[in-house]
């Protein structure tokens, strides 16, 4: 606890050390419950995958907040998950739970008495249960077909008594059931795209053909183009930049406004095929706009063309730096 004699700015240094030892002792926590996993785990992700109607999770206090984080999830990486509040379920939730459900069970103690109602209901439906709490011989872990069983560990708080380590376990607890259920679902980037398509996850996810310009927009030229004209085609359509194609329109170079530089002393004598750069960066279709971006920054190029998935030769599309910016990527 922070008195009054720890309050002046001398005594950052105590406040600074109690911050370490509470993540030390919370490290230590996920240290002790990675080593106590065991098949139990594995038996928890086949049930969950295996459960025809919704996964419903349910805990009591900072348990209970943990519990709505896991069903949140869990419902952001593709399986269907809800919370319910154990007191509200005694007072007619209960009907939000139906058979073919399984449930998911979050005690500390395992003898939260507001859980009972909630599994004796599942109890009779039939409903299989899931039990996370760090005694055995608990009602919780009684009552449950797995169980997940947590360490015995000291709070982080000084007087051992808010949850704080054990609220840690759980949180990690979940967020390992959910990403090893996705890998047991096989669900991948473009179905988690689905359930994400707004905010920084749906940017992150975003492919680089989303925002690409192609059709009439791609700046295209042909070996044998006088200047005269690639300069037009760089200026008309805006991206300064030139693709330079052969006879069958692959992509063989591309001209930039170094290159124009570069030839300034007899470029318009010359053709696209003397000017250009030969075996230009590129990048697939399906690449993640942010990798894309990661890729023009690494090679410092504000233009890149986008290469057609089954004909890798042949562009499909460019992308500009400011389309990163326009989409809030940067």
């Given at each position: 606890m922070i008195t009054h004699d720890i309050r002046s700015e001398a005594a950052n240094h105590i406040?600074?050390?109690?911050?370490?030892?509470?993540?030390?002792?919370?490290?230590?926590?996920?240290?002790?419950?990675e080593a106590l996993l065991d098949d139990s785990f594995s038996a928890a992700v086949r049930l969950l995958d295996s459960t025809e109607g919704r996964i419903v999770v349910t805990g009591m206090g900072k348990s209970g907040h943990i519990a709505r984080k896991i069903a949140a999830t869990l419902s952001a990486t593709g399986s269907p998950a809800i919370f319910i509040h154990p007191a509200e379920a005694a007072h007619g939730d209960l009907g939000m739970v139906r058979h073919g459900d399984t449930l998911i069970v979050l005690s500390n103690s395992g003898a939260t008495t507001e859980l009972t109602p909630v599994m004796q209901h599942c109890r009779h439906l039939r409903i299989r249960i899931i039990g996370v709490a760090s005694r055995l011989d608990s009602p919780v872990m009684q009552a449950a077909d797995v169980r997940l069983l947590l360490p015995q560990v000291r709070e982080a708080c000084p007087s051992n008594i808010a949850p704080t380590s054990s609220t840690v376990m759980m949180l990690a607890l979940g967020d390992a059931l959910a990403m090893a259920l996705m890998d047991v679902r096989g669900i991948a980037r473009d179905s988690l795209k689905q359930l994400h398509p707004g905010g920084a996850i749906g940017l992150r996810l975003m492919a680089v053909s989303e925002m690409m310009h192609s059709g009439a927009s791609l700046p295209l030229v042909d070996l044998g183009t006088p200047m005269r004209e690639v300069i037009m085609t760089m200026t008309s359509i805006g991206f300064g930049v030139?693709?330079?194609?052969?006879?069958?329109?692959?992509?063989?170079?591309?001209?930039?406004?170094?290159?124009?530089?570069?030839?300034?002393?007899?470029?318009?004598?010359?053709?696209?095929?003397?000017?250009?750069?030969?075996?230009?960066?590129?990048?697939?279709?399906d690449m993640l706009a942010e990798d894309a971006l990661m890729i023009m920054n690494d090679c410092k190029i504000t233009t890149v063309f986008v290469m057609d998935e089954e004909r890798p030769d042949y562009p499909a599309g460019i992308v500009h730096i400011h389309d990163f910016v326009r989409y809030g990527l940067s």
């Open positions: 406040i600074l050390e109690r911050g370490r030892q509470v993540l030390r002792a919370e490290i230590d926590a996920l240290v002790q419950l030139a693709g330079v194609v052969d006879g069958d329109r692959r992509l063989v170079g591309v001209i930039t406004d170094g290159d124009l530089r570069r030839h300034i002393g007899d470029l318009l004598d010359g053709t696209a095929a003397v000017v250009m750069t030969p075996n230009p960066k590129t990048v697939p279709l």
